[in-house]
């Protein structure tokens, strides 16, 4: 099975988790035997044994760039002020808005989609759509399109969508079949879209289970614990879907109440962080959270084993891969009732993001009572075990040789 795979992002050059997705699902598609073509906008330093990459523009660009530009989860407004602090050589590489930087891609994928050899398209997300819709216009070849968060997701039902929301509504008409994260976002793309029932099929996202320096580990908790700390951590991006605010108000509730040393973990950086720091100020907080700005690989895992408990309070989560990489370094978690993760997870607490004295009363309710953070995080660790990229894939298979016939079979 040969797929021509259009991404925005991809590790280590990723700003969430759409590129940890786009990672740990082409690695296990590879591993069922497909033939990866992988294609970003712009090129960046990558390199992958289990798949080939494919730059849109052909050039170099800085890893500073792409950063600030090329980001999923960036606005266009946040967009436009990145772009107007670029040097007038630097801004020839991209767009000046990025609805241009996605109709671009789309031009550039059109001629891609000419010189490759695929079966069957596979678009991530509404960045992606408008090439996705374009390969499969220039080869009649089926479009597979992965909608990972919704603009109802992103604005919060804010109803700041325009033309966000048409790319993203022409992307999943156009498809022959749809791919959601969760029941959760299959529901959202059927009720706003206007999308049949049987054109969306729920594949839930896995997660990559790694070990880790055991030693270097031991040395961090002592470093951090020795003193009786327990420790409440957040991790994601600091932005209104995510819910950072309800994380502070319910750390504020936390520690007027349970009079234990108790230190909230605040890991990731967002459009928010600024916003945040001066909330835990004004709270009260300011000896009682630690920002530490946006962490990968082995210094996130260090922050899940420091936690007594890791909280997602996100206010609309299509899915949610950070618990099971929370859980499987043991770490019992917290997370919204509004994630499509809560669907797969029996073993975590939940509660509505908005309740936050409920929030409150079960992470004093964890800190009190380490046996039941023991049985949630055992229980919860094997749960998260069976969510595996490989699973994922092999329902990518199926429906990939669904839409290309037998002889593919």
Known sequence: MKILMFGWEFPPHNSGGLGVACEGLTMALAKEGADIDFVLPKKVPLKAEHLNFIFADGEVSDESFTKALLNAYIND????????????????????????QVNQYAKEAKEIAKEQDFDVIHAHDWL????GVNAKKETGKPLVVHIHNTVFDRYSGLGVMGSEYEIE???LQKADKIIAVSEYT???????????PEKVEVVHNGVQEEKINAKKL????????????????????????????????????????????????????GDMERQMMKEASYMGLSDKVIFTGFLRGEDQKKIFHLSDLFVMPSVSEP?????????????PVLISKQ???????????????????????????????????KHLAENGKQEAKLLSWKKAAQKCMVLYENLTGPSLA
């Open 169 to 171: 509504k022409e992307g």
């Open 319 to 331: 899915f949610g891969i950070v618990p099971l990489e929370a859980l499987l370094q043991d770490t």
């Open 128 to 131: 992606t759509f408008c090439a």
């Open 218 to 269: 031991e040395n961090d908790l002592n470093e951090f614990k020795k003193h009786g700390f327990k420790i409440v951590s957040f991790l994601g991006r600091i932005t209104l879907q995510k819910g950072p605010d309800y994380f502070i108000r319910a750390a504020k509730k936390v520690t007027d109440t349970y009079k234990k040393n108790v230190l909230f973990l605040m890991t990731g950086s």
């Open 77 to 100: 407004a946040e967009y436009r002020d990145a772009f107007s602090k670029l040097t007038e050589e630097e801004q020839k590489r991209y767009g000046n808005t990025l609805f241009h």
């Open 186 to 196: 299959r529901n959202k793309v059927i009720q706003h879209y206007g999308i049949k």
């Open 339 to 373: 994630s499509g993760v809560s669907e797969v997870l029996q073993h975590a607490l939940k509660v509505d993001f908005w309740d936050t004295d409920e929030m409150a009363n079960k992470i004093i309710s964890t800190l009190e009572h380490p046996p039941l953070g």
